[in-house]
């Protein structure tokens, strides 16, 4: 099956559709009943949940024999999380990637999509509902930012950096200011590959790697001429999410930051998240 039918423009119309029709309105707006606790505790609302099902029922038009892997769809049904070991295209959506900040009135959430065939991302976007902020990549083709072409791979510094890391790895980061000059605890995972391909950052290394976070956006740095692979050197599997994902705007600055997280007994591994 072909993965070249899926127009990027109509994608991030229907992310817009979506944005403008489902999450927006609901914007400082959301009533009592309209905010639930998942296991966990993430939160997930009425936004997260519509926008879900309106984007599942519109994109398999764009691919025929394509099929949704979701975040809420899974938290409902965790065989829906299968679909990624299979051979169709599968979209892999976060409705609202941030949805924290954006039930508690804070601007900084996104809409994630990546296409998926046998594992591999082929295509992702992301798309930030108060800016307008707009990232297209597919493979081969490249990387937009609201239009223009991004191309990062080309930073040889070995200090100074800015990024964001998760759990022990914040730790780690913090410690070596003679490598990183500032390092953020994670807030929106897709806001966060925002900031590396708009060069504000130069990395971000995660310990919970659950597709509809991550596929997009790693992909997207990839495209773009970035780095990104799990601190052991191995892929990041989408079907089996586990391990530490670290990610930057180039391969000489990915090993640099690697060089300050990563430990040899293995201790990565156990920030690695399975959905089963």
């Known amino acids: 099956m072909s993965i070249t039918f899926a127009d990027p423009e109509r994608v991030i119309d229907l992310m817009k559709i979506a944005a403008a029709d489902i999450i927006m309105p609901r914007f400082h707006s959301l009533k009592d009943g309209e905010i639930d606790e998942k296991d ?12 879900e ?52 009135g804070r601007p900084v959430f996104a809409i994630l999509i990546a296409l998926v065939y046998r594992g591999e991302v082929v295509s992702g976007w992301i798309y930030e509902p108060v800016t307008g902020t707009t990232v297209i990549g597919a493979r081969g083709a490249g990387v937009t930012f609201d239009g223009k072409t991004v191309r990062l791979g080309a930073d040889d510094r070995t200090d100074g950096f800015v990024g964001t890391a998760a759990r022990y790895l ?46 997009a956006g790693s992909f997207l740095v990839r495209e773009a001429g970035g780095y990104s692979a799990l601190l052991d050197k191995g892929r990041y599997n989408l079907a089996q999410p586990k391990g530490d994902l670290l990610t930057a705007e180039s391969a000489a600055v990915w090993h640099n930051i690697r060089a300050v997280l990563h430990e040899e007994d293995g201790a990565e591994n156990q920030g690695g998240t399975h959905v089963r």
């Open 53 to 104: 099902k309106w984007l599942t029922a519109r994109l398999p038009d764009l691919l025929p024999g394509s099929v949704v892997v979701g975040e809420e769809a899974v938290f409902a049904d965790r065989d829906v999380f299968d679909r990624l070991a299979g051979d169709d295209p599968v979209w892999v959506i976060d409705p609202i990637d941030g949805t924290w900040n954006f039930a508690h």
């Open 40 to 51: 966990g505790g993430e939160l997930v609302t009425i936004a997260d949940i519509e926008t």
């Open 170 to 215: 914040f730790e780690r980061a913090e410690t070596r200011t003679d490598v990183v000059d500032q390092v953020f605890r994670p807030n929106c995972a897709g806001h966060e590959y925002v900031l590396i391909l708009s060069g504000e950052r130069a990395f971000s290394a995660y310990t919970k790697l659950l597709p509809w976070d991550h596929a």
